[in-house]
């Protein structure tokens, strides 16, 4: 089993509509959450981390976290066609040093 | 200004030669990590640093080595490359405190005939 599960999709959605991706994790004393997002060909990019249960949002995105089924999930609203890419969901165990990324998501958003 | 820079960006080489990928970062951070992405298997870790005399292997260190010269630059090395040593390299850093977030850099597209 891996330490991080995503759908690689691809997850299409038309344009102004609400993308949701989801991930699931194995260790249960995982501690840090994160979503990077990586367009074609370029490097990761860091755009929401969550640490307790319950929703962060920041502009379009929303990140919700639910220790207790072990699942970690990403909204966009509005959906653009700049929004199109993998995102990655990654786990963090501060005191094992251990830090595990999902394969990602492929998100098309059609215009 | 970048906060963490890679080179090469591209870099085409044939099997057998010695390659070493650099890694510069502005950011403070005292981690530094370095990971290659093949299509369909995401990221995996080769090798991580949390300061310059500590340095640990990662899933797939077999092949490579790692050079922390200073807070600021962790290399990576291939000694003998071979073709299935060609991928995405990425270094990345993170400041160590309980989040650990990690910021990547731009990446190193590496090819090996």
């Given at each position: ?5 995503q759908?690689s ?5 038309p ?12 260790d249960?004393?995982s501690q840090?959450f994160?979503w990077y997002r990586?367009y ?7 755009i929401m981390s969550?640490?307790?249960?319950g929703?962060?949002?920041?502009g379009?995105?929303?990140?919700q976290?639910?220790?207790a089924?072990?699942?970690v999930?990403?909204l966009?609203?509005?959906?653009q066609?700049s929004d ?10 501060y ?13 098309n958003?059609k215009p | 200004?970048?906060?963490?820079t890679?080179t ?12 070493m990928l650099e890694?510069?970062q502005?950011k403070?951070?005292?981690?530094m990590?370095w990971?290659?992405?093949?299509p ?7 090798y991580?640093?949390?300061d310059?005399?500590d340095?640990?292997?990662g ?10 010269q ?5 290399s990576l090395?291939?000694e ?5 040593q060609t991928?995405l ?6 400041d ?8 990547f850099?731009?990446g ?6």
């Amino acid at each position: 089993q891996k330490e991080v599960e995503q759908n690689s999709g691809p997850l299409s959605v038309p344009e102004g509509a609400i993308a949701s991706l989801n991930c699931t994790y194995s260790d249960r004393v995982s501690q840090s959450f994160f979503w990077y997002r990586q367009y074609s060909g370029k490097s990761p990019e860091l755009i929401m981390s969550i640490y307790s249960n319950g929703d962060k949002e920041d502009g379009r995105f929303t990140a919700q976290l639910n220790k207790a089924s072990q699942y970690v999930s990403l909204l966009i609203r509005d959906s653009q066609p700049s929004d199109s890419a993998t995102y990655l969901c990654a786990v963090g165990l501060y005191n094992f040093n251990k830090f595990y990324f999902g394969s990602g998501t492929k998100l098309n958003v059609k215009p | 200004d970048a906060d963490v820079t890679q080179t090469p960006r591209n870099r085409i080489t044939k099997t057998g030669k010695r390659i070493m990928l650099e890694c510069s970062q502005t950011k403070g951070h005292d981690r530094m990590y370095w990971y290659r992405q093949d299509p369909g298997l995401g990221l995996r870790l080769i090798y991580y640093s949390f300061d310059v005399k500590d340095i640990n292997k990662g899933e797939i260190s077999d092949g490579y080595s790692v050079s922390r010269q200073a807070q600021a630059k962790f290399s990576l090395s291939l000694e003998s490359a071979i073709p299935n040593q060609t991928a995405l390299y990425f270094c990345a850093t993170s400041d160590g405190t309980e989040y650990n977030e990690q910021f990547f850099g731009p990446g190193t597209r590496l090819t090996v005939l």
